[in-house]
Every structure is written in C-alpha cells, then in structure tokens.
C-alpha cells in the first residue's frame, strides 16, 4: 500500500546549516505534497510539487520529485532554530484524493 | 476566520465511556477527515467524508463512528472508549476534487485524549 517514508527518521543540525529530508514511496503519483508540525500543533501545509515538475521552490525550501525512483527531497537552506519541526511528505493513495502520511522526520535546528 | 477548530482539547476518559470530539470548519470545504496520531506510527487515517451526510472508512476505522449532518462540522464519536484508543486526534479538511494528490489539507490544533 501506499505510504510516504521519510529518511532519515532524525537529524540535528546547526543553524544556518542545509537540512535535506528525503521521502520514498510506493506507487506513481500525480503530485506529492509536504507538510510540517510543530511541537504541539497540527500539521501545516509547505509544498505541493506535480509530477511533471522536477524542482519546486518556496522561499528557503527547495522540493525535487523524481518520478522513476518514486522519491522526493525537502530541502531547507539556511535553517533557523524556528525551522525544529517534525515534516512528513504525503503521496496520495493510488487514484485517491487521501493523503498518506508516514512516521515523519524530526529536524532539530540548534541555534 | 478561524480554520479548522477542534474541542475538547484534552480529555481523560474512563475504559467504557463514551465521548465525541467536534470538528468545525469555516472554509467552506467539502472534504472532512479524522487522523489519530500515535509515537512511532505516524498520522493514520480513521474516518473522512466528501460532503455533508457521507462518511467513509479509513485504515483504522474499528471503535470509532462518525457524522457529518451539517457541512462544516465532522464529529467523532468513541461509544465505547478503550486504553489503546489514547492518542492525539487530528481534524482536517479539504476543498476535495481535482487531481489526486492535489487536495490541500487545513489541519486543526489536535485533541489529546487519555482513556484510563
């Protein structure tokens, strides 16, 4: 069955060091979408890249998706100690519009 | 405009009491759904409905039930609340349609709820 598996599970990192985040999944996809929680909070959308796209970029995140390997990367350059977050990619289930969320990755920005 | 609202946000239970956790939306969305998340397991999906008066099962649906009589509002019920149903819930919608994996989720605050 579907489902997004973040790698690695944790990283620690300095501030203003990159933090790359890589996803796998299972089955082809049309988009694929990233999301972010904060301690405490839900979820909040970062980034929807479509299958036709290679590269996305939103401010300080850089999202790839290469379709042949069924893998994505979350980029965050220049991260900052307001970047400690848990990030979860999200295929969707095969010709459904729900999300599968996997364990997540936990990034921790030290300042 | 307030999102996606969820209440209670903490709730103990006793094993055998029932409770139901509310979830409103004021988007206008379509697309409603009920994850739990648990340390370890990642979010999984319990419930979800694609409009008013629908309801659809998740992955881990059993112990749960669900209504959605009124567009903007999801209820989860427990009617029977076990230890192992402990978790963190998340509401979320969505405007629905479209492309598969194009659906935006809106994500609630979450309610923590411990059964005894």
């Keep these: 069955s579907q489902q997004g598996e973040e790698d690695p599970q944790a990283l620690s990192i300095q501030e203003g060091e990159n933090a790359t985040m890589n996803c796998s999944y299972k089955t082809s996809i049309n988009n694929l979408q990233w999301y972010r929680q904060n301690s405490g909070r839900g979820l909040v959308h970062l980034i929807l890249i479509r299958s036709n796209e290679r590269e996305k970029h939103s401010g300080r995140l850089r999202v790839t998706l290469d379709t042949s390997k069924k893998s994505s990367s979350l980029l965050i350059t220049a991260s900052r100690a307001a970047d400690t977050a848990s990030y979860f990619c999200a295929p969707p289930v095969s010709g459904s519009e729900k999300l599968v969320f996997g364990k997540g990755m936990k990034l921790t920005v030290n300042p | ?116």
Excluded at chain 2, 4 to 23: D, Y
Excluded at chain 2, 44 to 64: C, M
Excluded at chain 2, 84 to 90: E, L
């Design chain 2, 1 to 116: 405009n307030a999102g996606v609202t969820q209440t209670p946000k903490f709730r103990v239970l006793k094993t055998g009491q029932s409770m139901t956790l509310l979830c409103a939306q004021d988007m206008n969305h379509e697309y409603m759904y009920w994850y739990r998340q648990d340390p370890g397991m990642g979010l999984r999906l319990i419930h979800y409905s694609v409009g008013e008066g629908t309801t659809a099962k998740g992955e881990v649906p059993d112990g749960y039930n669900v209504s959605r009589l009124k567009k903007q509002n999801f209820l989860l019920g427990l009617e029977s609340a076990a230890p192992s149903q402990t978790s963190v819930y998340f509401c979320a919608s969505s405007s629905g349609g479209g492309v598969s994996g194009a659906n935006v989720l809106t994500f609630g605050a979450g309610s923590r709820l411990t059964v005894l």
